[in-house]
Each structure stands twice: as structure tokens, then as C-alpha cells.
């Protein structure tokens, strides 16, 4: 089948000695070491690493959210402000952040909104039924449990289109249940529109289960320590969790993950 030309294509993102400082002086904190990372369009790469090692950050600075102390973000040789400009790029934070006053079916469809996007009532209301929401589309952040009010917000992400796609511990507030539906159903919606995305996350299977690529960080300062590629067939679903590639994988992530703490406490001790 032909491209649709009207369709944006999934953006390339390039960061460049990317590094990010807190602080100066004696208080100065390094949350991310010299960093340079393509991610290809078209691909879901997850980041994993221990808490406090700059996953967040190195997120918030694709985003253009945070600025960084050295280096610069390219996304299709622009500034993520751009880009952010543009529509095409969306965010969904651990805090859902919710205008309270509006139901969920306002929450999302605002998003379009501010985008300058047509309104698109079934799209939205399409969204709300696949992460779990369906019967709630006229209650308000108060009548929803924190599960639901973060499903609702990644509806919201998802209701522009977006080409970039950014999530921070998206399913974090989630019940384990609809967590590991979402880690199913969700992927299909961004697989289907071609969209770069990055994931952080703390969970090693799902890190393997959504992502074409997996990143492991250091302690802090965050550096990259392993660079894996996910070769899983798609779609994946409960049965990938089966098969040997998927074990090996979650093991080697997770050796990475042990010897990466270890050679940070060796060099503190040194």
C-alpha cells in the first residue's frame, strides 16, 4: 500500500553529547553523563535503570521540557520547542494531571483542542473504550481511581496523533491486571500510526514486551551501559512471555542492571 503523503512521518531523534547538571558549585548534581543516542523513526525504545539515574530527565530533555547543561536534541533537525509547536509530540507524566472540572471525555477531547486539531468525537470516545474506560466517559478525575485517571490521560496523549511519543512510568498507578492488558492492547494504536516513542519504565518485562529496543542506565550520574535490540515477533501477547528469547532477554537486562550498580559502588569506594 502506498503512503499516505498526508500523513507526518515518525521522526528521527538525535541526542548530542546530551548532559544535564543540577545545581552549580558544591551543590551541583550530574543526573546525566555525556550522552550521544539515535532513535529511529518508527521504533518504541524503553530506557530501565535504577531510581534516580536520569531516566526522567533524559526524557524531559527529548521533550525540551528540561534544558540541557551540554550538548542538544534534533528531531528532525528541530528543537523539540518546535516540534512541541507543531502538535506532533506528547508527553504522559506518573502525575495525570487532569483538569478536574472536566469529565473524561472533555479531558481528552481537549487535547485536540489546544492542538488546533478538527474534533473527532468517535476517535475520542474510541480511545476512552481501549484503555478500559468505556461507561466512564462523563465522570470527573474525582470519581476515578488513580488507575483510571492515568488511563485517562494516556487516551489524552494518544488523541493527537502524535509522532513522537514520550511516556514517563505511564501504567505506574495501574493495577497489575489492566496494567498488563494496556501492555498488550496499547501498543497496536502507535504501532499502527508509525510513531517514535520512548518509555521509561522500572519493569524489565515491560520494557521487553512494548519496546524494539532497550536502553539500560547507570546509577547517577545516567550513562547508557547496554544498548539491546528487542527481535520479539509483533504483535506481542501472553504467549510472548513464553518463549525462550523473552527470558533470555529479562535476564540479560537484568544482569546489565546488577553490574551497572556494581561498578558504581566499586568507583565510589575507589
Do not use: Y
Amino acid at each position: 500500500m502506498a503512503p499516505d503523503p498526508a500523513v507526518t512521518p515518525a521522526p528521527e531523534v538525535i541526542c548530542d553529547s546530551l548532559a544535564m547538571t543540577f545545581g552549580t558549585g558544591s551543590d551541583a548534581v550530574e543526573a546525566v553523563a555525556p550522552t550521544d543516542l539515535r532513535l529511529h523513526p518508527g521504533t518504541m525504545t524503553a530506557l530501565v535503570g535504577p531510581s534516580g539515574c536520569g531516566k526522567s530527565t533524559l526524557l524531559r530533555l527529548i521533550a525540551g521540557l528540561e534544558q540541557p547543561s551540554e550538548g542538544r536534541v534534533s528531531i528532525d533537525a528541530q528543537s523539540p520547542d518546535t516540534i512541541r509547536k507543531h502538535a506532533t509530540l506528547a508527553v504522559a507524566f506518573q502525575d495525570p494531571s487532569l483538569l478536574p472540572w472536566r469529565t473524561v471525555r472533555s479531558n481528552v477531547a481537549l487535547a485536540r483542542r489546544l492542538a488546533r486539531l478538527p474534533a473527532d468525537p468517535d476517535k475520542v470516545d474510541g480511545l476512552i473504550a481501549q484503555v478500559g474506560l468505556a461507561g466512564f466517559e462523563e465522570r470527573r478525575p474525582a470519581e476515578l481511581s488513580g488507575g483510571m485517571r492515568q488511563r485517562a490521560a494516556i487516551a489524552r496523549c494518544l488523541a493527537t496523533d502524535p509522532t513522537l511519543l514520550l511516556l514517563d512510568e505511564p501504567f505506574g498507578a495501574v493495577d497489575e491486571l489492566t496494567r498488563r492488558r494496556l501492555n498488550f492492547e496499547l501498543p497496536r494504536l502507535w504501532d499502527a500510526g508509525g510513531v517514535t516513542g520512548v518509555l521509561v519504565t522500572h519493569s524489565v518485562h515491560e520494557a521487553v514486551l512494548l519496546a524494539d529496543r532497550v536502553l539500560v542506565m547507570s546509577p547517577r550520574p545516567g550513562r547508557i551501559i547496554a544498548d539491546l535490540p528487542v527481535t520479539l515477533p509483533r504483535p506481542r501477547g501472553p504467549d510472548t512471555q513464553a518463549l525462550p528469547g523473552f527470558a533470555a532477554l529479562t535476564g540479560e537486562i537484568a544482569a546489565h542492571l546488577s553490574s551497572g550498580s556494581e561498578d558504581t559502588a566499586r568507583q565510589a569506594a575507589e
